[in-house]
Every structure is written in structure tokens, then in C-alpha cells.
């Protein structure tokens, strides 16, 4: 019996490990499904633009989230300064030309007679 599980571990990691790995699906995989792995290239030193999560006020004053980070006009942030903050968005000035970050509509709406007492 012993003999029998030493040749099966032998087989299992004898085997190349492409070839493994290629036959494996997942499952939860949609039909149709491919992964595409960008070349790389000049874009790949590239960095993502900020990420605008949340927007805070107190009274006139103004906060926001970006990358998880809280931030307040006249902080430094990815290579950015932060400009203005509003109450629908954000405007950084880096090197260039400012950018704009709008908070995502959540897409939730309050029904007619919601909050009406």
C-alpha cells in the first residue's frame, strides 16, 4: 500500500505544473470568459487616477475620502494638491490640467413620501 502512495506522489508532482493548471475551470466562471493580460508597455507606468469615496461637512467646512485617505483643501495627495472641495465632487491641480472627482451616484432614490411627517 505504501508503494501505491509513493508512486501516486511521484506521478502528482512529476507532472509539469502548466499542464495542471491549464486543465483546471472554475466553476463560477461565466460562459464566454476570458482573462486578457495588457502587454506591457509605456502605459504600464501609468497610475490610477484618484478615487473619490466620500465627501464630509460641518457647517461651511469641507472634508473628503479619496483612496481612503481624508483629505482637506490644501493637502498633498498622489502627486496633487487638493484645490476645492465640494459637495459633489473634488478638483486637484498636479503638473497639468486640474482634475475633477465627482462622487458615483448611488443609484438609492427616497420614495415620494419618504421623510414627510
Known amino acids: 500500500m505504501s508503494k501505491l502512495v509513493s508512486i501516486l506522489f511521484a506521478l ?6 502548466g499542464a ?11 460562459a464566454g470568459f476570458s482573462i486578457v493580460v495588457p502587454a506591457a508597455g ?3 507606468s501609468r497610475v ?7 465627501v464630509f461637512s460641518i457647517g461651511s467646512q469641507y472634508s473628503a ?3 481612503g485617505r ?13 484645490q476645492a ?7 486637484l491641480q498636479g503638473d497639468g490640467e486640474p482634475l475633477v472627482l465627482r462622487l458615483a451616484d448611488s443609484g438609492i432614490k427616497k420614495a ?4 414627510k411627517r
Request: proline share 9%; glycine share 12%; no cysteine.
Open 42 to 44: 509605456p502605459d504600464q
Open 70 to 82: 481624508r483629505v482637506h483643501v490644501g493637502d498633498q495627495l498622489a502627486g496633487y494638491r487638493v
Open 65 to 67: 475620502l479619496i483612496d
Open 12 to 17: 502528482l508532482f512529476a507532472s509539469p505544473a
Open 112 to 115: 415620494s413620501g419618504e421623510n
Open 20 to 30: 495542471v493548471n491549464d486543465s483546471l475551470v472554475d466553476p463560477t466562471r461565466p
Open 48 to 54: 490610477a487616477a484618484p478615487k473619490l469615496q466620500a
Open 85 to 91: 472641495i465640494g459637495r459633489g465632487g473634488v478638483r
